[in-house]
């Protein structure tokens, strides 16, 4: 246990559906972080948030994709009219404000869009 | 263009035997390379973490190399157990960036038998 969480673990909705992820960093960071990984790949940046502030998006975040992190602590990301395409693991992570920026991994959201 | 590549894309062996895993990148400019454990359906997990100074570290049983001339890395697995079968992943950090500060290989699956 990295001390991140996430929840729900797996979501399984129907195409159109919304759906909302949470994330829950570890106290103390600052930085939040959301991947996605589908199966045979590396995470693929999404987002970015230092305190609530969303200081960067992947061109990978279409405007079906939003994320939040309004009190500087939990996050949230929500995807609009879901699509096939959509079915991936969504990670979390959260570092501090280090010289090595480490990140810690929660335990990801495994959704599956039908 | 930022990449990281690693090879073989998977391994299979025999518990008890040693294993090395390769990693290869172009990433400018340097500042970190980390090797993460990821087990399925679970969140990366850090077993080292290198600097451009660093040729070696280790974590247990892994130990890593870099030699940061080459730009190559590996991960070296000693007396593999059956709980070492996972995804491991090579990770390369940018300097002075944040958000897309992380480039993340495809991952090596490593199965181990009995």
């Known amino acids: 246990d990295t001390g991140v969480s996430q929840d729900p673990r797996h979501k399984i909705t129907k195409r159109g559906q919304n759906v909302t992820f949470r994330c829950d960093p570890i106290?103390?960071?600052?930085?939040l972080y959301w991947y996605r990984q589908t199966l045979g790949q590396g995470p693929e940046f999404l987002t970015y948030f230092q305190n609530e502030a969303q200081l960067e998006k992947s061109r990978l975040l279409s405007d079906r994709f939003s994320a939040e992190r309004p009190k500087g602590s939990f996050s949230t990301l929500e995807i609009q009219r879901t699509e096939q395409g959509d079915s991936a693991m969504y990670l979390c992570?959260?570092?501090?404000?280090?010289?090595?920026?480490?990140?810690?991994f929660g335990p990801g959201t495994r959704l599956t869009v039908l | 263009k930022n990449q990281v590549e690693q090879s073989p894309q998977s391994l299979i062996i025999l518990e008890g035997k040693n294993c090395t895993l390769q990693?290869?990148?172009?990433?400018?400019?340097?500042?970190?390379l980390r090797w993460y454990k990821q087990d399925t359906g679970r969140g990366p997990v850090s077993l080292t973490i290198?600097?451009?100074?660093?040729n070696t570290k280790s974590n247990g049983r892994y130990t890593a190399t870099l030699d940061a001339d080459t730009k190559q890395s590996s991960l070296h697995i000693t007396a593999s157990q059956l709980s070492d079968s996972a995804s491991y992943i090579c990770?390369?950090?940018?300097?002075?960036?944040?958000?897309?500060?992380?480039?993340f290989g495809k991952g090596t699956t490593l199965s181990v038998s009995s």
């Open positions: 990693c290869n990148y172009t990433v400018s400019p340097f500042s970190n």
């Open positions: 992570a959260s570092s501090s404000a280090g010289t090595f920026n480490e990140q810690f």
């Open positions: 990770v390369v950090s940018a300097a002075n960036q944040a958000g897309t500060a992380l480039i």
């Open positions: 290198m600097t451009f100074s660093e």
């Open positions: 106290s103390e960071h600052n930085r």
